[in-house]
């Protein structure tokens, strides 16, 4: 799912090409994108693109007349743009293809690879409906210390969960708070009762250096160009999707616990003092053949390999 570093970048590219353009016509090219009611849709068209903004892992476009079209990625959901006037006539449909938004200077095309059609669109007016979107979270980049330890310590969950709690804090989710963790050296089933205050500090600087940079490499990767690969999955990452690779800070190979449709990837060395996190499903089934140690986990792998 696109988080922060990416939806800022999103809107950025985007102000670039819509910002004071008219947005002549919205096309709902599947039933289920489109998530509210009233206003209409067609009472976006025709007006002329006020701004952009983020909205946790929103993307608002406000019009004229108050109002804001909300678009949610969700994890399958991207945005193409296509330069130029739009073409009269029925827009392409596609296998993937959710909505076209068309504007003055181009078309912005609503996508989503995936059976379970997630992503969607609301349209609202004003700054209530606005709010009505934002799941409260607090801004990561722009709070304090003494704001963030606040927001941590609100409900005793792991580090993990608390970090991708929309509630809690806006924008983060299951790709940087895997390298917001290994930043600051914290296990991510650390429980947020236990973080020390010292480990919060560390935490919090994780969390502001973490996104700006990447906020900063992908911006400047798309500097001139619309972004094409937006994924949760880079090669630069230190072990978001790296499982099994070597760990850039120490070498050993990072570990992950899978769970539902997610899944956290650590570094035993660096996060949990070698103690290999529990994955449910395969402790339930390995029981007490489940390696706790890093050196127990090389251990059994040098054995299974046998005699050379």
Not at 6 to 20: A, H, N
Not at 100 to 125: D, M, N, P, Y
Not at 274 to 298: F, V
Request: hydrophobic share 40%; glycine share 8%.
């Amino acid at each position: 799912m696109p988080e922060l570093p990416d939806i800022v970048v999103y809107t950025r590219r985007l102000s670039e090409r819509i910002e004071g353009a008219t947005l002549i016509r919205v096309r709902l090219l599947s039933p289920f994108v489109l998530r509210s009611v009233t206003p209409p849709p067609s009472a976006a068209e025709n007006r002329r693109v006020l701004g952009l903004r983020r909205v946790g892992k929103r993307i608002a476009i406000g019009l004229e007349g108050d109002l804001w079209l909300v678009v949610h990625l969700m994890i399958a959901g991207r945005l193409n743009w296509k330069e130029g006037s739009p073409v009269p006539g029925p827009a392409k449909r596609g296998k993937i293809a959710l909505a076209a938004l068309e504007f003055s200077t181009g078309t912005l095309t609503l996508t989503e690879a995936s059976t379970k059609k997630r992503a969607s669109i609301h349209l609202v007016q004003g700054e209530p409906g606005l709010a009505a979107l934002d799941r409260g979270g607090i801004e990561p980049l722009q709070a304090g210390l003494p704001a963030f330890a606040e927001a941590l310590r609100r409900e005793n969950h792991t580090l993990k969960r608390a970090l991708t709690d929309p509630r809690l804090f806006s924008g983060i989710g299951n790709a940087y708070s895997d390298e917001i963790l290994h930043r600051a050296r914290l296990s991510p089933a650390k429980l947020t009762s236990r973080a020390t205050d010292e480990e919060i500090g560390d935490l919090h600087r994780a969390v502001r250096d973490v996104l700006t940079e990447w906020t900063e490499r992908l911006d400047a990767e798309s500097a001139g160009r619309f972004p094409q690969k937006v994924t949760a999955f880079r090669e630069e990452m230190a072990v978001h999707g790296r499982f099994g690779k070597p760990c850039p800070a120490c070498s050993a190979p990072v570990q992950r616990i899978v769970y539902a449709e997610n899944e956290s990837n650590y570094c035993a060395r660096c996060q949990t003092g070698g103690r290999l996190l529990s994955d449910r499903a395969l402790a339930r089934l390995l029981r007490e053949d489940w390696p706790k140690t890093l050196e127990e986990l090389e251990e059994r792998k040098k054995g299974s390999a046998g005699p050379a």
